[in-house]
């Protein structure tokens, strides 16, 4: 049997550009006005969808989770998944989250610290692309 997985990748390899946003810590202020700015310049419909996702991710930051999920943001609607899902997901699913034009990943994660040389927590808002492969 043919396994598949979605391999995510960085849409701009420029982390100062218009598809990234960080924030350090529990700040979440500049993370959350890039998701509003993407769902209200991409959804004509059903862009509040975007408030689960982030509901949770305060959820994740106040209880110091771990938090990923990729977002998609069409004219009717956002949708989302988490990144631990994906392994679950057939490959139809996969082709069609992998063939949606406006893909972003929203993390919290715990980093390495390059200059403190310590995990912190970061928060990320980036966008991505997506390709179905096959894997051993």
């Known amino acids: ?28 202020a500049g993370v959350f006005d890039k998701i509003i700015e993407v769902a209200a310049h991409k959804c004509d419909s059903y862009a509040s969808d975007v408030f689960w996702d982030m509901y949770h991710m305060v959820e994740a930051v106040r209880d ?10 069409r004219e009717t609607r956002v949708s989302s998944v988490d990144i631990k899902d994906l392994t679950t ?15 972003w990943r929203l993390s919290h994660k715990l980093e390495l610290d390059e200059e403190t040389n ?16 096959t894997s051993q």
């Open 64 to 73: 110091d989770n771990t938090f990923d999920r990729l977002l998609w943001f």
């Open 89 to 103: 997901l057939n490959y139809s699913m996969l082709k069609n989250i992998a063939s949606q034009e406006n893909i």
């Open 1 to 28: 049997m043919t396994n598949y997985e979605l391999t995510i990748d960085k849409y701009s390899c420029n982390n100062a550009s218009k598809y990234y946003v960080s924030d350090p810590g529990n700040r979440i």
């Open 118 to 133: 310590r995990s912190v927590w970061k928060n990320v808002f980036m966008r991505v692309t997506c390709r179905v492969s």
